[in-house]
């Protein structure tokens, strides 16, 4: 009830915000401080504006393999115990890495943030210098495996690895998956290594949050003692990466590929407008009211009415470059991939036409509640401020984020959808049952 009571609260509020403070160190390292003392934890958010838009041909997959690098150790934090003495003191950790960008966070205790900080700022100023043949082979093997789990051996995971290269030209930044190839990772030399990290992971090239419990004199005390002191280095990027124009698909011709699936799957996919240029919000709102519960536009069509397709998924997945907004369904046996195919776009093209008012205010509310929901960890509250800077290089913008969405109605979403989500444009793959494939 307190929840419900607070977002309510929060979207009814005139001016909307996550209180906070920002100053950058003489390095370029730029802090954001988000002081709340109702419950006594403390989340620290760095980011490193480096991401797989930022690898060079035949080296791709280093962005996420670096990630996994990060946790291998220093002289002062040996190999394990970076998790070790964090998790001693009741903190933890995690990182992920995007198209756009590289994130790690922890979250303990309020006693803990000296410690978060430390270690941060340790493999900040040493890691780079200390990988070694072992670290990079004994995670260059984890990084396969991985890729080999959450995509090669999951049905219809070969599908996000093919897609970026349908959907983008050779030339744009997405066109690779962030997780990149076996034979680029297998080729990966420690001085490759070494130099991405000597480029891309410097303070100037990295965001820090700290949110929680914490006096902010002794945690800007904390974080200037911490990282102030590394040198003053760019990274190698000559200018901020700028959204690019949505285009059509590279590929629009048909794709289909094998998969040890029953079942086949229809995608389709379009490239649209980058995260918080005009058109994302609108295409988010559209994504929720064609597929987003069984009351939606594609599931009611699709799945109950005509009994062709098993499940049904749209999204809006922005980036800062640019967007994708994919559409999907799964038939039901006996199904043709065809059959589905025509029916998945009528049931859009009649959606796209026939699509209320007041479906659009369901799928607006649920939009900013969830947002708002979602700020009631700190740990979230620290992400989504690093997002803001990272993205749009300033941290107060939760107000105009929600005001995106404010207003938006049907006519609204067709005219974001109208001369952007076209056949001509379109990227479309099928993912078919192998042949002779054990079921």
Do not use: C
Request: proline content about 5%.
């Amino acid at each position: 009830m307190l929840y419900s009571l607070l977002s309510v609260a929060l979207l009814a509020a005139p001016t909307v915000d996550i209180p906070h403070r920002t100053f950058t160190l003489e390095n370029g390292l730029v802090v954001i401080l988000h002081e709340d003392h109702r419950v006594p934890l403390v989340a620290v958010n760095i980011n490193y504006d480096v991401g797989s838009k930022d690898e060079r041909p035949g080296r791709t997959g280093f962005a996420h393999l670096f990630e996994h690098l990060m946790f291998m150790g220093t002289v002062r934090v040996p190999q394990g115990k970076f998790d070790q003495w964090m998790e001693a003191e009741g903190a933890w950790n995690n990182a992920w890495t995007s198209e756009d960008r590289t994130d790690y966070y922890a979250v303990g205790p309020k006693h803990t943030l000296p410690l978060l900080l430390w270690l941060e700022a340790d493999r900040l100023s040493a890691l780079g210098g200390e990988i070694d043949q072992a670290k990079l082979d004994l995670q260059r093997d984890v990084v396969r495996n991985e890729r080999r789990q959450t995509t090669e051996n999951t049905p219809y995971g070969v599908a996000d690895l093919k897609l970026p290269a349908l959907l983008y030209p050779a030339d744009h930044p997405y066109h690779h998956p962030v997780i990149g190839s076996h034979e680029d990772l297998q080729a990966a030399a420690v001085r490759d290594v070494q130099d991405f990290f000597a480029a891309w992971y410097v303070a100037g090239n990295a965001s820090l949050v700290v949110a929680g419990d914490f006096e902010p004199a002794a945690a800007e005390a904390e974080i200037r003692r911490a990282f102030g002191w590394m040198p003053a280095r760019k990274a190698p990027r000559t200018e901020p990466a700028r959204p690019r124009a949505p285009e059509p698909a590279a590929v629009t011709a048909l794709t289909a590929i094998e998969d040890r699936v029953d079942q086949p799957r229809v995608i389709l996919a379009w490239q649209s407008p980058a995260h918080f240029e005009p058109g994302d919000a609108a295409l988010d709102l559209l994504a929720s009211v064609l597929a987003d519960g069984k009351a939606s536009r594609l599931q009611q069509a699709l799945i109950y009415e005509k009994g062709l397709a098993q499940d049904v998924v749209a999204g809006q997945w922005s980036g800062r470059l640019g967007s994708q907004f994919v559409v999907w369904a799964t038939a039901r046996p006996g199904v043709t991939v065809e059959a589905l195919q025509a029916a998945l776009e009528a049931a859009l093209d009649e959606a796209l036409t026939s699509m209320d008012d007041d479906a659009v205010a369901r799928a607006r509310a649920k939009a900013e509640t969830t947002l708002v929901t979602t700020l009631q960890s700190v740990a979230n509250r620290a992400s989504q401020l690093n997002t803001y800077q990272s993205l749009l290089g300033r941290a107060d913008f939760l107000a105009e984020d929600l005001a995106r969405y404010a207003g938006l109605d049907a006519a609204a979403l067709r005219a974001a959808a109208a001369g952007l989500l076209t056949r001509d444009r379109r990227a479309t793959l099928h993912v078919v049952p192998a042949k002779g494939a054990v079921k």
